[in-house]
């Protein structure tokens, strides 16, 4: 009969057995470094977790084949079948935290992924909004400058064509040898240098080219649909855009026209209600470029359409940011238009026509800035 010895399976089992304490030791021991240098890394710790279960899972299995072996060598083989259930309920134990933590993590990384990726639009959005209070700011400083400009020549100029009048016809009937014609003549001149500061006061106007430029009008609609677009798909809205296929140049500023269509198309949005659909068209016509937003959704009752862009009146489709009085200024400010169309029941229009060459309307400027 031939025998082989099992010494030395029992010493690779062994030794095997140190070392992989030894090893899931020293890895959770990395693993724990690495957690301490950043304690708000989601995979440092996962990883600190992940070891700590294979360590225990190493330290249970291991201890357990050792135990094995040590009582087998004294003789006491008999007493293993008494510790093995425990050995093999803690293996499972650990089995059972490793998937545990693998699929919890797992599921805490996707939420950190959408967490960050909300910290990057809620930066784009502070960058949007830093930029466009500026926008803002500039055109209420031009605005200012303009009106205190026109009030100062309205008040001056009344009272400098009375002195500049009366003055006028004191010459007339003075004889030219008269000593104080000189002094009506000097007067005369100093009215005349106040005529020409209120010209100069009057000529003040906007300097929209500080935040206006060529722009092309797809892009910002289409900006601001993704913008409008998750609140659409959270209701089974569909919004469906029909851009002209070339660029439709206008003078404007993008901020303050993506906010307004955005507030539009977000006011559709709200009115409408499960499967309806906002139709977005870009066009050019005779009259400039032109948007068009159209929703199959409630619509408009014809008292409330009359009042619709009263700034002293509450209107609210259940939207919120921007009022439409604001979105009408906006249009304004950039020598547009802006009507709305609807019938209840059959949806809503609206209709924003922005002038192609801004540039050209520097005369008809100035009213859009008058106070």
């Given at each position: ?233 959270h209701k089974d809205i569909s919004i469906l855009p029909a851009l002209y296929p070339t660029p439709l140049f206008f003078h404007g ?52 359409l009359e009042v619709i862009f009263d700034p002293y009146l509450r209107f609210n489709r259940q939207s919120t940011g921007l009022g ?41 400027a100035g009213g859009t800035y008058a106070i």
């Amino acid at each position: 009969m031939i025998t082989i010895s099992m010494l030395p399976v029992w010493l690779l089992d062994f030794g095997g057995a140190i070392a992989l304490i030894i090893l899931s030791g020293l890895c959770l021991n990395h693993a724990y470094a690495f957690a301490r240098a950043d304690k708000e890394s989601p995979l440092a710790i996962f990883l600190l977790w992940f070891c700590g279960a294979i360590f225990a899972l190493a330290l249970s299995r291991s201890s357990g084949h050792i135990i094995k072996h040590l009582l087998t060598l004294s003789g006491r083989g008999d007493f293993w079948l008494i510790l093995a259930p425990y050995s093999g309920s803690i293996n499972s134990m650990a089995f059972i935290v490793i998937a545990s933590v693998t699929l919890f993590f797992n599921r805490v990384e996707t939420i950190m992924e959408r967490m960050i990726q909300d910290r990057e639009k809620i930066e784009k959005s502070g960058k949007e909004l830093f930029r466009l209070n500026k926008d803002i700011e500039a055109v209420i400083a031009e605005r200012t400058r303009a009106g205190m400009a026109l009030r100062i020549a309205h008040e001056v100029r009344n009272p400098v064509t009375i002195i500049g009048g009366m003055v006028r016809r004191l010459l007339n009937a003075y004889p030219p040898e008269e000593e104080g014609r000189l002094k009506l003549v000097h007067i005369l001149d100093q009215a005349r240098k106040l005529e020409n500061l209120v010209s100069k006061f009057e000529s003040v106007r906007p300097e929209a080219r500080k935040i206006f430029a060529p722009l092309d009008l797809n892009p910002i609609v289409m900006e601001a649909v993704e913008s409008v677009k998750e609140e659409a798909r959270h209701k089974d809205i569909s919004i469906l855009p029909a851009l002209y296929p070339t660029p439709l140049f206008f003078h404007g500023n993008s901020s303050l026209i993506k906010i307004a269509l955005a507030h539009l198309i977000r006011n559709s949005v709200h009115a409408c209600t499960k499967n309806n659909q906002i139709a977005i068209t870009t066009e050019m016509t005779a009259a400039g470029c032109q948007v068009t937003i159209t929703d199959d959704g409630p619509g408009i009752s014809k008292e409330m359409l009359e009042v619709i862009f009263d700034p002293y009146l509450r209107f609210n489709r259940q939207s919120t940011g921007l009022g439409l009085p604001y979105v009408k200024q906006i249009i304004n400010e950039h020598m547009g238009t802006v009507t709305v169309t609807s019938e209840q029941g059959m949806g809503t229009t609206v209709l924003i026509v922005l002038p192609t060459h801004l540039g050209e309307l520097t005369g008809a400027a100035g009213g859009t800035y008058a106070i």
